[in-house]
Structures are given as structure tokens and as C-alpha cells.
């Protein structure tokens, strides 16, 4: 499996972006999906998650402003990110996990810098 991970770059705040990350390999499919990051300094931590029948959860910090979506036919999984944070600036690491094969994969990351 391999996740390549694409749409970081610089933006100021309350601007938005959008991250993709595709996959490969017919496990995506029932894979549970995650955007973590990882800002200097610190862990990386959950952004959001999506099971592979859709159901989401997210980390309190970004309810309301991030949105994640995946289709299960394109091995996509997208980061909708509206009114970004200078404190919303780390690396994006998009990660397949898939909990009955004990298998996780990550992808290189991309970074997101919000500018005040």
C-alpha cells in the first residue's frame, strides 16, 4: 500500500485548503482513514477519521471548520479545511489503518502553513 499525499502549501488565516491523499490497493476500501499532524515541536496528533462506511470523527480543535470525505471507487480521501489557524500550521499525514489485519500505512506528509 502506498498513500501519496498532495494540497499543502501556505495560506493566511481564515483562508482554506484542501488536501488530498490517494491510496493504493483494493484494502481501501475497508480501510478506516485519518489525517493526523504533527506541528514542530510536538506529536503528532488526530486531525479527523473516516471508517469505510462513513462514519467521521474529529478532533475538538478543528469541528466546524474541517471536513473529511473519501470515495471508496477513486482510493481518495480528502481534507476540507475552512478558517484555518496560525495554530493549524504542521505536517499532514493521511494514514490507512485497517484494524482486523493489524496493518497501518502513513503517507510522506505535506505541510500546511497558516499565516497570521
Known amino acids: 500500500v502506498q498513500l501519496q499525499a498532495s494540497g499543502g502549501g501556505v495560506v493566511q488565516a481564515g483562508g482554506s485548503l484542501r488536501l488530498s491523499c490517494t491510496a493504493s490497493?483494493?484494502?481501501?476500501?475497508?480501510?478506516?482513514m485519518g489525517w493526523y499532524r504533527q506541528a514542530p515541536g510536538n506529536q503528532r496528533e488526530l486531525v479527523a477519521t473516516i471508517t469505510s462506511g462513513g462514519s467521521t470523527n474529529y478532533a475538538d480543535s478543528v469541528k466546524g471548520r474541517f471536513t473529511i470525505s473519501r470515495d471508496n471507487v477513486k482510493n481518495i480521501v480528502d481534507l476540507q479545511m475552512n478558517s484555518l489557524r496560525p495554530e493549524d500550521t504542521a505536517v499532514y499525514y493521511c494514514k490507512l489503518a485497517v484494524t482486523m489485519l493489524q496493518e497501518d500505512y502513513w503517507g510522506q506528509g505535506t505541510l500546511v502553513t497558516v499565516s497570521s
Open positions: 490497493g483494493s484494502i481501501f476500501r475497508i480501510a478506516t
